[in-house]
T-cell receptor, first 112, second 115 residues
């Protein structure tokens, strides 16, 4: 079956630091890949996505590239802000059906 | 603004009682909604797919008699945890498909604590 593995947190950074959250996946076929963010007290929101190999998703300064050869979709941001403090989830949607499979989530705390 | 709401946001109940959680699609008539469960420091686990006007489709290992799902209208799905026990304590999240896209809108979640 499908699975998603992402680095455990919490990750604590200073403002303007570089952020990387690793995500790898196992799936048959060609899944779509997503990063969701959950801010305190709110529901999960789509941050970015990529639907085929070598696609790069980007939003709010975050980027992730769909790497089929390494089955990875690492999330990066060059300069984080305090407002980026949240829990980040990597997820995939298989080629068939509409179910999402999530990674365990990574809590990020950005200190001023 | 929010497109999926949940009520209540948190609930504490005694062991043996039943608890109902509501999930509303605020701006879209959703024929399909999804229920997830999230354990502390764990991933979201899909429990079931709620289908308007028909029975829910449960994932393997989820007890359908324990977690009753009713999708009576195009804007409301409910999850009832029957005869709750402390091991049912968790964070329950619902979602619906995002129209025209391959992803979902999520509710803010409901934290259930069973004493």
């Amino acid at each position: 079956g499908n699975s998603v593995t992402q680095m455990e947190g919490p990750v604590t950074l200073s403002e303007e630091a570089f952020l990387t959250i690793n995500c790898t996946y196992t799936a048959t076929g060609y899944p779509s890949l997503f990063w969701y963010v959950q801010y305190p007290g709110e529901g999960l929101q789509l941050l970015l996505k990529a639907t085929k190999a070598d696609d790069k998703g980007s939003n709010k300064g975050f980027e992730a590239t769909y790497r089929k050869e390494t089955t990875s979709f690492h999330l990066e941001k060059g300069s984080v802000q305090v407002s980026d403090s949240a829990v980040y989830f990597c997820a995939l949607r298989g080629a068939a059906g509409n179910k999402l499979t999530f990674g365990g989530g990574t809590r990020v705390l950005v200190k001023p | 603004g929010a497109v999926v709401s949940q009520h209540p946001s948190r609930v504490i109940c005694k062991s043996g009682t039943s608890v109902k959680i509501e999930c509303r699609s605020l701006d879209f008539q959703a024929t399909t909604m999804f229920w997830y469960r999230q354990f502390p420091k764990k991933s979201l686990m899909l429990m079931a797919t709620s289908n308007e006007g028909s029975k829910a489709t449960y994932e393997q290992g989820v007890e359908k008699d324990k977690f009753l799902i009713n999708h009576a209208s195009l804007t409301l799905s409910t999850l009832t945890v029957t005869s709750a026990h402390p091991e049912d304590s968790s964070f329950y999240i619902c979602s619906r498909d995002r129209e025209g896209a391959d992803t979902q809108y999520f509710g803010p979640g409901t934290r259930l604590t069973v004493l």
